[in-house]
């Protein structure tokens, strides 16, 4: 069988793109570069610090040679204990110290300088660069600082001698060694530890995204109930959680809405069905006259027509919803628009012993699709004619702002109770929660209300006291 690359990177592709592996690689590549970053800045300090130390015993034995040789040139026991003594009873970092004249002739030496350095070696390489220390290799490998550098003897000056010194450094480069031994165990150490704790890191951090994914996966149309409980969680992942809570709740609350509105429809779609066809079937039990046949006609196109509007109603809810409807607007003088709305009522008003009237604010006119608000006006007009004893008022009122363009219409009718304005918006709800034909139409006039306002980029508001009556107001934003 063929090695495919594409199909065996692809494992390593979706493990790249989960949030944990980018969490833990991210938690384990930041931990170690800091250990990198720690130890070898640590690293170069000890050396650097280590360096400076022999540099300064270096400056230091140069200076007390030349103390020496300067101040006390006759002090042959001083200079001898100085290059031939001290260095025997140093354990540890020894040093040498190889003193010439003028003419390269030896004149002192620590002893074993010879066995432990190769002096020609020293001499050659120290001749062109004097008074800067330098590394040498001595004769089993150990590490070596050098320095040359010359001395005047006496005070007036009657020659000038050549100082050779040398310092053991194998000890220093050992604890270095031994630096870089630990600093590489723990590397090595951190590349294990760190990814697997920027793991559990990181599983520990990601748990409540995947309590919110399974909390989605368990979330259908029938099951709308489940919610997250965000108690211990990081505070942007409790605001996370309480969002979806909230959307939840949301949805909950539409699929409930929809829910109803299926079944309302249903119903006020059958009962003008189940009238006309219960109608049409008593017709046609015996033989009835031509009278009797034409009030049965008569009957069923009244339930046809209340069956009509009822679509239509629903039909334009819903092309209102959709993104696509554009308004038809156009300069509307809304005084004008208010009185032929109180025309067409008057009659019904005049039967109902109620007295409709207009209350204008001046000549306004403001951009409105027509049809649209003169449906919006009727439909107020008509539930308050509806809900108006005989002797009450409905008076149809406008005022303008520089921003705002109200337009109200109220009624001194039976009112609405409290608990039942938040809801008088809704689709098919009625105040009377009994469903006769009597009760008060489909229940979608204020909602086809609302919707025109929010089509112009406005909003409906409702202010009503049982027995005093309601005032509804359009309020739709006007430009300057």
């Given at each position: 069988?063929?090695?495919?690359?594409?199909?065996?990177?692809?494992?390593?592709?979706?493990?790249?793109?989960?949030?944990?592996?980018?969490?833990?690689?991210?938690?384990?590549?930041?931990?170690?570069?800091?250990?990198?970053?720690?130890?070898?800045?640590?690293?170069?300090?000890?050396?650097?610090?280590?360096?400076?130390?022999?540099?300064?015993?270096?400056?230091?034995?140069?200076?007390?040679?030349?103390?020496?040789?300067?101040?006390?040139?006759?002090?042959?026991?001083?200079?001898?204990?100085?290059?031939?003594?001290?260095?025997?009873?140093?354990?540890?970092?020894?040093?040498?110290?190889?003193?010439?004249?003028?003419?390269?002739?030896?004149?002192?030496?620590?002893?074993?300088?010879?066995?432990?350095?190769?002096?020609?070696?020293?001499?050659?390489?120290?001749?062109?660069?004097?008074?800067?220390?330098?590394?040498?290799?001595?004769?089993?490998?150990?590490?070596?600082?050098?320095?040359?550098?010359?001395?005047?003897?006496?005070?007036?000056?009657?020659?000038?001698?050549?100082?050779?010194?040398?310092?053991?450094?194998?000890?220093?480069?050992?604890?270095?060694?031994?630096?870089?031994?630990?600093?590489?165990?723990?590397?090595f150490a951190s590349s294990i530890i760190f990814p697997w704790v920027g793991y559990q890191i990181a599983r520990h951090g990601i748990r409540p995204v995947e309590e919110v994914a399974t909390t989605a996966r368990h979330i259908s149309s029938t099951n709308l109930r489940e919610r997250i409980l965000p108690d211990g969680y990081p505070f942007e992942l409790a605001v996370l959680a309480n969002t979806f809570n909230q959307m939840l709740d949301r949805l909950e609350e539409s699929f409930e809405q929809i829910a109803k509105f299926s079944t309302d429809i249903a119903h006020d779609l059958r009962t003008p069905v189940n009238n006309i066809r219960g109608e049409a079937e008593v017709a046609l039990a015996r033989e009835r006259t031509s009278g009797e046949y034409r009030a049965v006609i008569e009957s069923c196109l009244e339930e046809s027509e209340r069956l009509s509007d009822l679509i239509g109603d629903l039909l334009f809810l819903a092309r209102a919803e959709s993104p696509l409807l554009h308004l038809r607007q156009e300069q509307v003088d809304v005084g004008a628009l208010l009185s032929t709305v109180r025309e067409y009522y008057e009659a019904s008003a005049a039967e109902g012993e109620i007295s409709l009237s207009t209350n204008l604010a001046g000549p306004i006119v403001a951009r409105l699709d027509r049809s649209l608000m003169q449906r919006a006006i009727n439909n107020l007009v008509a539930n308050a004619l509806a809900h108006t004893p005989p002797g009450g008022t409905v008076m149809l009122s406008t005022d303008i702002d520089p921003s705002t363009l109200r337009i109200e219409v109220t009624d001194t009718g039976v009112g609405i109770p409290a608990e039942a304005l938040p809801k008088v918006f809704d689709r098919f709800f009625r105040v009377d929660s009994s469903r006769s034909h009597n009760s008060g139409g489909t229940g979608l006039g204020l909602a086809i209300v609302r919707s025109i306002a929010v089509l112009h980029g406005g909003a409906v508001e409702i202010a009503s006291r049982p027995g005093q009556g309601t005032q509804v107001t359009i309020q739709i934003p006007v430009s300057a």
């Open positions: 069988m063929s090695w495919n690359p594409t199909t065996s990177l692809a494992p390593i592709s979706r493990l790249w793109r989960t949030l944990a592996f980018r969490l833990t690689a991210g938690y384990a590549l930041a931990g170690l570069l800091l250990v990198v970053f720690a130890t070898a800045s640590l690293y170069l300090v000890l050396a650097n610090e280590l360096e400076k130390s022999t540099a300064l015993f270096l400056a230091d034995k140069v200076h007390v040679l030349r103390t020496l040789l300067l101040e006390r040139p006759d002090d042959e026991d001083g200079l001898h204990e100085e290059v031939e003594l001290e260095s025997a009873a140093r354990r540890y970092e020894q040093f040498y110290i190889r003193v010439l004249d003028a003419h390269g002739k030896q004149l002192l030496m620590t002893p074993g300088m010879a066995s432990q350095l190769d002096l020609s070696q020293l001499t050659a390489q120290t001749r062109n660069r004097p008074d800067r220390p330098m590394r040498l290799k001595g004769k089993d490998g150990r590490s070596f600082r050098i320095i040359s550098t010359s001395a005047q003897v006496g005070s007036p000056p009657r020659s000038t001698d050549q100082l050779e010194i040398a310092v053991d450094v194998s000890q220093k480069e050992e604890l270095l060694a031994r630096y870089r031994f630990w600093f590489w165990s723990i590397l």
